[in-house]
């Protein structure tokens, strides 16, 4: 049944450690997101639970995490297990979703492995492990979901991503490295957590991605739903742009 009547709707987001894990223009999902529901009369509430805050993990839909540097990682990811990690995992039970880039993706898995230093505890939400290696993966990427949208976006990381069996990736790659230049996969799509190594931001110029996220994270409360199709003239030129772009 589809929500109504006349009462509108709200998403909540919580954009974890704004602070530290923003970089490449991650923050564009945000106002992405942002704006594909205001443009629909859809409310949106935005959290920005940053280092010490603790969380209700009945209040957000949304769960975002930004890429950051080692050293912004090591911060998040203290404060991850200290203050953050049980609620995230209730919040997961309860049917949020998450939308994790680079750096935030590596701590989704259940570990990553700095070049120096040790190894960083991540949330364990998705059966996955990263290790950084040599050379960084530095470009542009295309993929292709397997329902045969294609997504782009711009990846710079030295960590590679191993998925488990049976996890799904976000999809199969065109061009550019991927997960970890080895086995052709990007990102996860699994359940309700979304991972990548895309910036750029990602969210502005794939906007069938932005919209199924969106989706996702209101039937948490709101049941079934469906939105309404936006102009999306100019966001689909973006992504044609961007499709083209090979290096
Ligand atoms: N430190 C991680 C890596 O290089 C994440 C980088 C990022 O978020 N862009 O793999």
New binding site residues.
Partial sequence: MLWPYNRRMELRIAYLYPDQ?N??GDRGNILTLHQRCQWRGIAVQILTPGLGDRLNPEEADLYFM?????SQ?IQVCEDLHKVKADSLRTAATLGAVFLT????Y?LLGHY?K?HNGDELKGLSLIDAY?V?GNT?FIGNVAIERPNGQRVVGFE????RTYLGNGVTPLGKVIHGHGNNGEDGFEGVAHDNFYGT?L?GSLLPKNPQLADEIITKALQRRYGSVQLAALNDTLEQQAHQRALALKS
Wanted: glycine share 24%; net charge neutral.
């Fill in positions: 894990l970089i490449y930004g890429g950051g540097q080692d990682q880039i680079c750096g935030g590596q990553y700095p990263t950084a960084r710079n990381h030295s960590g190594y910036h």
